[in-house]
């Protein structure tokens, strides 16, 4: 499968169980545009810390119960080129 400019991260394997964990944040990951879900990835994994990371994977899925479709407050994936 090529990449696109919305596909630049993997779901990394921390993040794909607690999302598989619940059905209603799964299928709004489901439904959400692939560039959404690569934000949700990049805001997971730029966490400097492990702690962090872990609270951030927390929140997400609050926020996606809650019918979050994006990170807020968030300046977005820093990896994608401008001109994507």
Do not use: F, Y
């Given at each position: 499968?090529?990449?696109?400019?919305?596909?630049?991260?993997?779901?990394?394997?921390?993040?794909?169980?607690?999302?598989?964990?619940?059905?209603?944040?799964?299928?709004l990951?489901?439904?959400?545009?692939?560039?959404?879900?690569?934000?949700?990835?990049?805001?997971?994994?730029?966490?400097?810390?492990?702690?962090t990371?872990?609270?951030?994977?927390?929140?997400?899925?609050?926020?996606?119960?809650?019918?979050?479709?994006?990170?807020?407050?968030?300046?977005?994936?820093?990896?994608?080129?401008?001109?994507?």
């Amino acid at each position: 499968m090529r990449m696109t400019k919305t596909d630049l991260h993997k779901l990394p394997a921390d993040l794909k169980k607690a999302l598989d964990s619940e059905k209603q944040v799964l299928a709004l990951w489901k439904d959400i545009t692939p560039l959404a879900r690569n934000e949700w990835i990049c805001w997971v994994t730029s966490a400097k810390q492990e702690e962090t990371r872990r609270r951030r994977i927390e929140v997400g899925l609050d926020k996606m119960r809650k019918g979050m479709r994006r990170p807020c407050c968030w300046a977005g994936c820093p990896h994608r080129r401008k001109d994507s």
